[in-house]
């Protein structure tokens, strides 16, 4: 997935709010497979379990047994049919998660190469309050951040000032 490009601006923001609101000694669960983004959780003092790449829309019992202190969830909601049955089955009282969010300038992503590396979902941050909300989460803290990109035209002036990435911190109700 990251073979010629490594999100380091979300990368160094992700770890910065984890660390603001997560001592490293807390065990952490982060929904999805290993990724560079475990590695950097790891390297910062982290203890963390992934899941094993079940398909998390049919198979919540990994996350429903975890004894995890907190669940992570970095860019992973965006790909799942029903992430509100997940949120639910979350036994921990903590959760940071981030999301792309929705640019009204372009479509929704689709690889047409890897049928698992799709956004099923765009949110926009009020959806995602929304969802958390409903599934009995109360969000302590919030942030958004823009994604920049070298390239010339109009798409590559916007996301220069309009947000591309949104994280909170909640707590279960």
Not at 18 to 23: A, M
Not at 90 to 119: C, E, G, Q
Not at 146 to 164: E, V
Request: proline residues 5%; without cysteine.
């Amino acid at each position: 997935m990251y073979e010629k490009t490594f999100p380091n601006k979300r990368f160094k923001h992700t770890i910065q709010f984890l660390q603001k609101h997560i001592p490293s000694s807390k065990t952490i669960l982060d929904l999805g497979v290993v990724n560079p983004f475990t590695k950097i959780m790891q390297e910062h003092g982290y203890r963390v379990e992934n899941t094993k790449g079940e398909d998390l829309d049919l198979d919540t019992s990994f996350i429903e047994n975890s004894k995890a202190d907190v669940i992570t969830a970095f860019e992973i909601f965006e790909h799942l049919l029903s992430p509100f049955t997940i949120l639910q089955s979350i036994k921990s009282n903590k959760l940071v998660a981030s999301v792309p969010l929705k640019l009204w300038f372009s479509s929704a992503y689709r690889s047409k190469t890897d049928m698992l590396d799709r956004h099923y979902h765009e949110f926009e941050d009020w959806q995602f309050d929304w969802l958390l909300e409903k599934a009995g989460w109360k969000i302590i803290d919030r942030q958004k951040w823009t994604n920049p990109t070298k390239k010339i035209g109009i798409r590559p002036i916007l996301r220069w000032f309009t947000p591309r990435y949104y994280i909170v911190y909640a707590e279960r109700v």
